[in-house]
C-alpha cells in the first residue's frame, strides 16, 4: 500500500488551500484515512480522519470549522480543504491510513511523503 500526497505550499494568512492523497490498495487496513502534521523537534498531531466506508469524519479541535476532509467517490483519494489558514497550522502534513480510527499517529501503519504547507502572516 502506498500513499501519494500533494498540495502543499506558501500562503498567507487567511488563504485557503487543498491537500490530496491517493492511496494505491483499499484494503480492510486501510479504512481509515488521516491528515497529521508536525512541526520541527514536535511529535505528529492529529488533524482529521475519515472512514473510507460510510464517510464519517472527525476532526481536531483545533481545526473544527476550518478544514474539511473528504473523499472521493470511489474512495481511492481523499483531501483536506483547509481555509482561514494562520501561521500557526504551518507544519508538514502527512496522509496515513489504518484500520480503525485514532488520533494516535502510532496507530497508523501506512504513511505518505510530508507536503509542507507554510502560513505567512
Known amino acids: 500500500v502506498q500513499l501519494q500526497a500533494s498540495g502543499g505550499g506558501l500562503v498567507q494568512a487567511g488563504d485557503s488551500l487543498r491537500l490530496s492523497c491517493a492511496i494505491s490498495r483499499r484494503t480492510a487496513s486501510t479504512d481509515v484515512m488521516a491528515w497529521f502534521r508536525q512541526l520541527p523537534g514536535k511529535e505528529r498531531e492529529f488533524v482529521a480522519a475519515i472512514r473510507r466506508t460510510g464517510g464519517r469524519t472527525y476532526y481536531a479541535d483545533s481545526v473544527k470549522g476550518r478544514f474539511a476532509i473528504s473523499r472521493d467517490n470511489a474512495g481511492y483519494t481523499v483531501y483536506l480543504q483547509m481555509a482561514s489558514l494562520n501561521p500557526e497550522d504551518t507544519a508538514v502534513y502527512y496522509c496515513?491510513?489504518?484500520?480503525?480510527?485514532?488520533?494516535?499517529?502510532?496507530?497508523?501503519?501506512?504513511w505518505g511523503q510530508g507536503t509542507q504547507v507554510t502560513v505567512s502572516s
Open positions: 496515513a491510513a489504518a484500520g480503525s480510527y485514532s488520533t494516535r499517529h502510532s496507530a497508523y501503519h501506512y
